[in-house]
C-alpha cells in the first residue's frame, strides 16, 4: 500500500504542525500506524506508533510529551501532531503501516512495517 504522507513545512521553535497520513487500503482498522523520521546521514528513528483502534499509542522519549500520535477510523486517516517543536525534530517524516497481529509497542523498527508513504519535510528554525 502507497501511503501519503502531508502537513509538513517550516516553522519557528515553539510553533506546531499537524500531518497525516491517508491512501490506506483494505480495512483501515486492521492496521498499526507509525511515524518515523530520518534526517541526512542518519537512520530512520521510530517517532510514534498507534494500534488499531487507537488504545494504546507509545512514543519515543525524544518526543513524549510534545507529540500526539492518533488516527480516525472512519476517515481511514492516521496524524501526528506535533507542539513545543525543537530545532532537532528538523526531519523528512514519514508514515508507516502494517496490517499485523503483533502487539503494536513492539513495532519501532522500519522493517517491522511494508506500506509506507513517501515523507513529509519538518524543518524548525528561527
Excluded at 487500503?25 to 483502534?53: D, H, L, M
Aim: proline share 4%.
Amino acid at each position: 500500500v502507497q501511503l501519503q504522507a502531508s502537513g509538513g513545512g517550516m516553522v519557528q521553535p515553539g510553533g506546531s504542525l499537524k500531518l497525516s497520513c491517508t491512501g490506506f487500503q483494505g480495512t483501515f482498522a486492521n492496521y498499526v500506524v507509525a511515524w518515523f523520521r530520518q534526517t541526512p546521514g542518519k537512520e530512520r528513528e521510530f517517532v510514534a506508533v498507534i494500534s488499531w483502534t487507537g488504545g494504546l499509542t507509545e512514543y519515543s522519549d525524544s518526543v513524549k510529551g510534545r507529540f500526539t500520535i492518533s488516527r480516525d477510523n472512519t476517515k481511514n486517516a492516521a496524524y501526528l501532531q506535533m507542539t513545543n517543536l525543537e530545532p532537532e525534530d528538523t526531519a523528512v517524516y514519514y508514515c508507516a503501516a502494517e496490517s499485523t497481529a503483533a502487539n503494536p509497542w513492539e513495532l519501532r523498527n522500519p522493517s517491522d512495517y511494508t506500506s509506507w508513504g513517501q515523507g513529509t519535510q519538518v524543518t524548525v528554525s528561527s
